[in-house]
C-alpha cells in the first residue's frame, strides 16, 4: 500500500471518529430534552438536568459498541459539554413552543 493511502486511510479514520463524537451527544441531548419536556411537568425543577447528565453517563458505555476509544478528560468534557449544550438548546426551545 502505497503511504499516501495510509495518510488518506488515517485522515479518514480519525475524520470518522471526530464525527462520531460530535453526533452522538447531539443526538443524545435532544433525547435528554424530548424526555425532560414529557416527563417532569415543572420547568423550574431540577429533575430535567438530571435526565441530561444520567444520558451522559449512558454514553460511556455507547461508545466501545460503536468502537470508538475516548483516551483523555478533554474528550470527556467535549462530549458532556456537547450532549448538556443540546439538551439546554432543545428543552428551552420545547418549553417556548
Do not use: C
Amino acid at each position: 500500500m502505497a503511504p499516501e493511502q495510509k495518510d488518506t486511510d488515517k485522515k479518514r479514520a480519525e475524520y470518522e471518529e471526530g464525527l462520531k463524537k460530535t453526533v452522538v451527544p447531539v443526538i443524545f441531548g435532544v433525547v435528554a430534552a424530548i424526555s425532560s419536556y414529557l416527563i417532569v411537568p415543572d420547568p423550574i425543577s431540577s429533575d430535567g438536568l438530571l435526565i441530561a447528565i444520567l444520558l451522559i453517563l449512558i454514553q460511556k458505555f455507547v461508545y466501545p459498541f460503536m468502537h470508538t476509544k475516548l483516551e483523555s478528560a478533554k474528550d470527556w468534557l467535549y462530549i458532556s459539554f456537547m450532549t448538556l449544550f443540546t439538551w439546554f438548546m432543545v428543552y428551552t426551545l420545547l418549553l417556548n413552543f
